[in-house]
């Protein structure tokens, strides 16, 4: 049955964020999914459009085929959805005012924006999982994680790294104060991990992956992914959505389709994105989908803020005592 909206949560206030790669866990949405009726009906949808039972790999699947970034990234996109609906079926008549998602996150942000239909940010980011699979196949990079080192001097260190000719770094992702993800060559991650330690960097870590997300490594991927983007229809979004590329509201189809024809080669503009939003007067930020990642970086963004991980049954709950 829908439900009134808490007073204390004002719309105009309210931002809907959204996950991507690095929350997924085995067993996600099953709890809501056995509870809610609007959220298993995005899971059953999501198995026809896909051809193959991503519930069944959500709920019962292996760790390392959840993974692998081609299932990865529809069982995320399904999951944030069914959180959503989830969401919009207690609360029918509540609508933020912004909507942003990191990295693969952005794309179930623009479903709620209205922007993508639910089955076409499916088939999208299927191609985009196997997109980025097979360009980490054909030119293998990999991403590091620095912590306790401010922007400037991160993106200082790949500059002089990348002007040495031992192959190139970027920044890839900045995520909070604190902490930057760089994306790169071999040669060249391993020797700015060296120098980012030298220079004061309280921990460098190597991440798990062989691709180099968001860098011009992805070229091959994202020119795969565009001739899938030409031809998928895009609305104008009914809510803001904060671009990953520009960290602007995209206002426009056209504005979409652009940010997300340059997302995989371009970076990640997290905290830019959330102070943006912050500067209109956002102060409440819903987490959808499995974990809280996002929900911790706000903390390092701005402590004035609030953010609520919503998943589970159990969170719905905690949404509505908590408010």
Not at 27 to 38: K, Q, T, V
Not at 82 to 91: D, I, K, T
Not at 264 to 282: F, H, K, N, P, Y
Request: proline share 5%.
């Amino acid at each position: 049955m829908a439900r009134l909206i808490p007073m204390s949560l004002d719309p105009q206030k309210t931002a809907f964020i959204f996950p991507g790669q690095g929350s997924q866990v085995v067993g996600m949405g099953r709890a809501l999914a056995e509870a809610d009726r609007a959220a298993v009906e995005v899971f059953k949808q999501a198995d026809i459009i896909l051809g193959y039972s991503i519930s069944e790999l959500c709920w019962e699947g292996t760790t390392e085929v959840l993974n692998d970034t081609q299932h990865t990234q529809p069982a995320l996109l399904t999951h944030s959805i069914a959180v959503l609906r989830a969401f919009q079926h207690r609360y029918p008549e509540f609508e933020p005012a912004y909507t942003a998602g990191h990295s693969l996150g952005e794309f179930s942000a623009l479903v709620a924006a209205g922007a993508l239909t639910f089955p076409d940010a499916l088939r999208l980011v299927r191609e985009r999982g196997q997109a980025m699979k097979a360009s980490g196949e054909r030119q293998p990079g990999g991403m590091v994680a620095v912590i306790g080192m401010e922007l400037p001097k991160v993106e200082e260190a790949c500059r002089w790294i990348s002007s040495r000719g031992e192959g190139s770094v970027w920044v890839a992702n900045d995520n909070c104060p604190g902490q930057v993800v760089i994306s790169g060559d071999q040669i060249a991650l391993a020797s700015v991990s060296k120098r980012l330690v030298k220079d004061g960097a309280r921990k460098v870590v190597r991440l798990a992956v062989s691709i180099a997300s968001h860098s011009p490594i992805m070229k091959f991927a994202q020119e795969h992914f565009n001739q899938v983007l030409q031809t998928t229809p895009i609305l104008n979004p009914r809510i803001q959505t904060i671009g990953n590329v520009s960290a602007e509201p995209l206002i426009s189809a056209s504005l979409v389709r652009g940010d997300l024809s340059a997302q995989l080669t371009s970076r990640v503009r997290w905290t830019e994105s959330i102070q943006a939003m912050i500067d209109t007067g956002i102060t409440t930020y819903l987490e959808m989908g499995p974990g809280n990642v996002l929900t911790g970086l706000l903390k390092r963004i701005d402590r004035s803020i609030t953010g609520l991980a919503l998943n589970t049954p159990a969170s719905f709950i905690s949404l509505a005592e908590t408010l």
